[in-house]
């Protein structure tokens, strides 16, 4: 797949009351996308997680692409200094435009924000809305609980194991190769969206 990539969209958190590794995990991915000339999409904040990969992208010479709701925007945490700043009107519009400008996605530490962007896209991957790869970087172990949770579901008969359609690297170093080694898409990429 890593032919296809052109942009790839990181899920994280918007926090800065973080542990170190979370924030330095933020700023080395966004290094190691801008080294593969992969524009970036995200949640168009400047603050937290979200703002030191936007900036370490912006800072190796490859394109961030914001998409931020109005209501959000009016905060005044919008990152002013993006290749392309999405302002739209709602969380709904600016899931479906992150979705459909990225070619692959990313998800790194967060919060509710994270959970609720990457499980409405193993959903939508489950009802095959699109096929695009999905890489959990799961640094320090952040993300055990959770993935011990869907593991949970799968075992219980609420959710296919295949449906666990997604792959787990444990250092940002692996994130390029797990995005490069991932099967081709094959559903069309232009939204299905009801």
Known sequence: MGDDIQSVCVYCGSSSKVDEVHKKSAVDLGK??????????????????MGLAADAVLEAGANVIGIIPSHI??????????????????????????????????????????????????????????????????????????????????????????????RIVERVEDVIEALKKAPKQTIDPKTKWI
């Open 32 to 49: 190691a996308l801008a080294g593969q000339g992969w524009s970036v999409v995200y949640g168009g904040g400047r603050v937290g997680l």
């Open 73 to 166: 925007q009016e905060r005044e945490i919008e990152h002013t200094e993006l290749t392309e700043l999405h302002v739209v009107d709602s969380m709904h519009t600016r899931k479906q435009m992150m979705v459909d400008k990225s070619d692959a996605f990313v998800i790194l530490a967060g919060g509710l924000g994270t959970l609720d962007e990457f499980f409405e896209l193993l959903t939508w991957k489950q009802l095959g809305l699109h096929d695009k790869a999905i890489v959990v970087c799961n640094i320090d172990g952040y993300w055990d609980k959770l993935l011990g949770t869907i593991d949970h579901l799968a075992e219980k008969g609420f959710m296919r194991p295949e449906d666990k359609a997604f």
